[in-house]
């Protein structure tokens, strides 16, 4: 019972993304990935195969690892401008984070 309703309750958030001054987090249906802004190199949109069906879905480029593919988070690539909307905003605040700000 406890277990159903956990996964209820991670369904129901599952396939978010947030970025804060502290990091970059990807919420999945049965874990989070959380890295620090300093790893995080872009975002990007990809198409691939998720499960039978191609798919365009979130790229997260990570300093000294492999990009983090996100494809829980997708859409068919003929209406991906969503997924390149929310890209373009991540890599914005990234850009942001990264650039000297005078104190």
């Known amino acids: ?12 958030r ?4 947030t970025i804060d001054r502290t990091g970059l987090r990807v919420h999945g249906l ?3 990935h959380r ?11 990809v198409v691939g195969q998720v499960g039978l069906y191609e ?3 979130i ?3 990570l300093a000294g690892r492999r990009p983090f593919l996100f494809s829980q988070f997708n859409s068919p690539p ?3 401008a969503e997924l390149d ?7 914005a605040f990234l850009s942001d984070a990264w650039a000297p700000h005078p104190d």
């Open 1 to 12: 019972m406890v277990a159903c309703a956990w996964l209820s309750y991670r369904g129901f």
């Open 14 to 17: 599952g396939a978010t993304v």
């Open 30 to 32: 049965l874990r989070t």
């Open 35 to 45: 890295w620090p802004l300093v790893q995080v190199r872009g975002v990007s949109v």
């Open 55 to 57: 798919r365009a879905f």
């Open 59 to 61: 790229r997260i480029e």
């Open 78 to 80: 003929r209406s991906r």
């Open 85 to 91: 909307q929310i890209a373009s905003e991540l890599n």
